[in-house]
């Protein structure tokens, strides 16, 4: 009987899948089930700590390493294809693709090298077979690190997806107005006591979605505004413009817009350039937030690295 594939071996396969047109996770699960010949039992294997079956696992990391190298794009939520690179290189007739093939792409190389965010959580992981390997020269703590920035990679695009998942719009719009005030307290605006933020959002809103008072007496408050747009749109000057306009009209002095798009340089620009404190935060950091402050995401499991004791040994 055939194995479960591992993920470097399903990276070929998942490509081929995507030249044939837009696809997604399960979709491609069922058509690697066929060619490998999986068994019932195979394609129902779940990893050891639960949560996720392991061929979805491993077929979930092979779509994100070639997105990752530019060789697939995802234009929609939970939607993968394959670009112009991905089918230049199956052109040449390649036997497999790995990690070393997907190296020879810059945009991979700055993935796999992106440093932890200082004051990062517990290490997050899976059974070390399930886990897509960093470079094997390198020392098993720096192995684990670079494992577990791996996994935090693909939750942070899963946590945009799920966001997308919730319909209608206006439940999702509402959704996230509140995820986004959750997300700050936890930061620590608001000393992050619940009871000094509120929830705005809707027709009169003034332009705002919420606020969070930074003392007891509501003096110093932070508006914010937030924006569940597309993560392939770009929000333009007009909407930073707009934001200051909302703040200058409730007097205030400061103001968070959180959006799951990104921010043109124009509109960083005019947010750098206002005389208020305005934080833009766009859809990439605002899922590195998540993930480092435990908003929508639980630690599944944590892991102790231990040394010697010196001092135990001297008399």
């Known amino acids: ?45 779940m990893l050891p700590k639960g949560g996720a079956q392991v061929i979805n696992n491993r077929a979930h990391w092979a779509k994100t390493y070639l997105v990752k190298a530019g060789l697939l794009d995802q234009p929609r939520r939970g939607i993968f294809r394959i670009t112009g690179r991905g089918a230049e290189l199956l052109k040449t007739n390649p036997s497999r693709i790995d990690n070393h093939i997907l190296a020879n792409y810059s945009e991979f190389r700055a993935f796999t090298l992106r440093k932890p965010e200082p004051g990062e959580g517990p290490l997050r992981t899976t059974a070390a077979r399930d886990l897509p390997a960093p470079n094997a020269s390198a020392p098993p703590n720096e192995r684990i690190v670079a494992a577990s920035n791996e996994l935090d990679a693909g939750l942070r695009d899963d946590l945009l997806n799920r966001i997308f998942e919730i319909d209608p719009i206006s ?36 332009g705002v979605d919420g606020v969070i008072h930074e003392d007891a007496l509501g003096i110093d408050p932070v508006y914010v505004q937030a924006k569940c747009y597309d993560c392939e749109a770009v929000i333009g000057p007009e909407k930073i413009q707009a934001f200051k306009g909302a703040l200058e009209d409730k007097g205030a002095t400061r103001g968070v817009f959180i959006t799951t798009a990104k921010f043109s340089e124009a509109a960083l620009k005019s947010g750098r350039a206002s005389q208020k404190q305005i934080a833009l935060i766009d859809g990439e950091r605002l899922t590195d937030l998540m993930v480092r402050f435990n908003v929508g995401v639980q630690i599944q499991q944590t892991i102790f690295i231990k040394r010697m004791d010196e001092d135990f040994f001297e008399e």
């Not at 899948?17 to 068994?39: D, H, M, N, W």
């Not at 930061?187 to 933020?197: L, Q, R």
């Open 1 to 45: 009987m055939a194995e479960i594939p591992d993920y470097q071996t399903l990276m070929l396969p998942v490509l081929r899948i995507a030249a044939l047109g837009e696809s997604t996770i399960p979709k491609a699960v069922e058509k690697l089930g066929v060619e490998f010949g999986l068994t019932a039992d195979q394609m129902a294997e």
């Open 171 to 206: 439940s999702r719009a509402r959704f996230f107005e509140r995820l986004v005030i959750r997300l700050l307290l936890a930061m620590g605006y608001g000393k992050g006591h619940d009871e000094a933020a509120f929830h705005t959002g809707g027709r009169g809103d003034g």
